[in-house]
């Protein structure tokens, strides 16, 4: 991926953030590190358009562990990282709030964790339709290939919006209270 300029990658973020599982995760982790010498205002505009895919693709996970992958690698938690999927997944209530504390990142601190508190709603929705046996795909087009990281998504959405919590206003701080997470 190192061969491939930024610009073309950029071109190709949706798609590969809104890809199936099978193989996604060494370009995720090539994306990322092929993104470690940009400027700052890419590496932000990366995570802003990666919270606002979460929300609408059919992979969650995907986008979530990019930008598991992108926040670790960006913050100060960097050397303590272990890169498999679920770990990345795993750090994310750790990796985002402490990227975002981050004197650059303030500028896009709200609509990320909008866009995340969001996405975390859809996931937990997902995830309580699917425990109750009444999951129908049209309600949340999420692919059914996720379905067996639902709980393990929504625990980790939940924790994460916790951890940002101070970036939500009362309303939303209140609805992510009143969620209940096994």
Request: hydrophobic share 45%; glycine share 4%; aromatic share 8%.
């Amino acid at each position: 991926m190192g061969s491939i300029p930024l610009t073309e990658l950029g071109r190709l973020k949706a798609f590969i953030l809104n890809s199936e599982s099978l193989g996604i995760w060494d370009v995720l982790v090539e994306v990322a590190a092929a993104l470690q010498p940009a400027e700052g205002s890419v590496k932000r505009q990366w995570v802003v358009d990666a919270v606002e895919i979460c929300c609408i693709t059919n992979y969650p996970s995907k986008a979530l562990q990019f930008i598991g992958l992108l926040s670790g690698s960006c913050c100060k938690y960097m050397p303590l990282l272990i890169v498999d999927r679920f770990t990345v997944l795993s750090d994310l209530p750790v990796t985002l709030p402490s990227l975002l504390l981050e004197p650059n990142w303030g500028v896009v601190a709200e609509s990320v964790v909008s866009h995340i508190f969001a996405s975390a709603e859809r996931i937990y929705d997902w995830a309580t339709h699917i425990a109750r046996g009444d999951y129908l795909p049209s309600l949340q087009p999420i692919d059914k290939s996720e379905n067996d990281m639902a709980v393990f998504l929504m625990r980790v959405m939940h924790q994460t919006c916790v951890s940002l919590k101070n970036y939500l206003p009362l309303e939303k701080q209140l609805r992510l209270a009143n969620m209940v997470v096994a």
